[in-house]
């Protein structure tokens, strides 16, 4: 796919403007997605000392 179009007069082809923004769109999900599943697995690993400290003292966990 390429930026020229014979058939505008300004010949900037609308699906390369389509194509580039939803290209932009999609490197922002996949960082903020991978931003995420590393917070995500540092709380995971957070939550899994906290329990084991709780079961070490023999501390039931508390209700959500």
Known sequence: MNDYCAFS???KCLKWTDYE???YE???ADKLC???QIEIQKLN???ELL???LD???IEYPDI
Do not use: A, G, V, W
Request: contains cysteine; positive net charge; hydrophobic residues 20%.
């Open 56 to 58: 070490k003292n023999e």
């Open 21 to 23: 923004l939803t290209r």
């Open 45 to 47: 690993d957070y939550i």
């Open 9 to 11: 007069k300004s010949h």
């Open 51 to 53: 329990q084991s400290l």
């Open 26 to 28: 999609l490197e922002k």
């Open 34 to 36: 991978h931003c995420n």
